[in-house]
């Protein structure tokens, strides 16, 4: 019996054989697909910033984001040009591309859908682009997309809106006053399932959303744009989740896709680093895994239970090759997509995949 339940979590790229009743999963990976996005050389786009046009997307697409539109899963991804070298020093843009069934790509635009322009964002955008997208959807269809944005100097969250996915109307850094200065990354807006898909929902009467890097870290919002950070009574950012010594997120608890609210709590997926020294020795140091925490519904700022394994680790060699070369799962993009889960991960800074599970009941 242990060595079947070993075979099942090699399938599933898990070291869980059976996860808590509150975790999504358990994921598997489809056979014979992955990874379903990979670098195009041949795309060329005008860039507005240097007005020359650019091989846009021939270096590397990773990261990706993913909501529903029209019956089909869009893929929102970010993809690097080779106007520079090393990780963050060439420029990103945003790249769409939508699938039928959730594992195979029918189509990818050939133009980039989200990228710095000569607009008001440009100082926060060029050179460095657009990154990193987390995207939702509300419930009267505005599609909402959180990203960084990177001018090679302070990383910033920043937020954008679209009735199509195509055009996008950006609102710029989500924090104000003195917080706008700050490094700020990966924001995962709280959904729930409504009519057999994903919606943006609201926590005590507001959106709620959880990012960080570092740390996992919470905060609020009226109307998706504007955030205000939750803080303790001196006035900084109040640290809900940590990395742990000896765990798999020993370094990083870096947050993932849309948190999915369910009569368990509020699921949050998140990227767990395995720290160099201090990490658990059965991951390559500097690995990026995948674990999953639950919030509670009432009270959100509430850690309720923490897998102390990581559900998805780097397996096959796309994953462990590339520009993060130490080993990357890195999960950014959940859709519930005809009553399974697809999650959509990057893959050593360099590929897109994706793993399916089926929605407990």
């Known amino acids: 019996m242990k060595y079947l339940l070993f075979i099942i979590s090699l399938f599933s790229g898990s070291l869980y054989a059976q996860l808590p009743d509150w975790t999504l999963g358990p994921f598997t990976r489809p056979a014979g697909v992955n990874p379903i996005i990979r670098p195009d050389t041949s795309t060329q786009f005008k860039d507005p910033m240097t007005k020359t ?52 790509i029918q189509h990818r635009s050939p133009v980039p ?28 269809g505005t599609y909402v997309v959180l990203y960084t944005e990177w001018n090679n100097k302070v990383p910033r969250l920043g937020a954008a809106l679209s009735s199509d996915l195509i055009h996008w109307k950006k609102h710029g850094p989500i924090f104000k006053g003195k917080f706008r200065e ?33 740390h996992v870290y919470a905060a609020t919002s009226d109307n998706l744009t504007d955030w205000i950070p939750l803080t303790t009574p001196d006035g900084k950012l109040k640290e809900l989740m940590s990395p742990r010594k000896g765990y798999f997120d020993s370094r990083l608890t870096e947050c993932g896709p849309p948190a999915v609210k369910t009569d368990k709590g509020i699921v949050l997926l998140y990227n767990g680093k395995n720290d160099e020294s201090g990490g658990d020795k059965r991951y390559p140091p500097a690995a990026y895994c995948a674990g999953q925490v639950l919030f509670d519904n009432n009270d959100p700022e509430k850690v309720l239970a923490r897998l ?44 897109v995949a994706v793993v399916v599970a089926n929605k407990k009941e």
């Open 113 to 140: 859908v989200l990228y710095p322009d000569t607009d008001a964002q440009q100082e926060f955008e060029w050179k460095g682009g657009c990154e990193d997208p987390r995207v939702a959807m509300t419930i009267d």
């Open 308 to 351: 102390d394994q990581p559900f998805l680790v780097p397996q096959d060699a796309f994953e462990k090759s590339g520009q993060y070369p130490a080993g990357t799962v890195f999960v950014e993009g959940l859709v519930l997509f005809r009553n399974k889960w697809f999650l959509y991960y990057g893959c050593a800074d360099s590929r």
């Open 53 to 104: 046009m650019v091989a846009w997307e021939s270096n590397d697409t990773f990261n990706p984001a993913a909501v529903l539109k029209d019956g089909k899963i869009c893929v929102l991804y970010r993809a690097e040009d080779r106007s520079g070298k090393g990780i963050g020093m060439r420029t990103s843009r945003i790249g769409l591309a939508t699938s039928d069934d959730g594992i195979h």
């Open 182 to 214: 700050i490094a700020s990354k990966s924001a995962s807006v709280v959904t729930e399932v409504n009519k057999g898909k994903l919606v943006i929902a609201k926590v005590k009467g507001k959106y709620w959303m959880y990012w960080g890097e570092d």
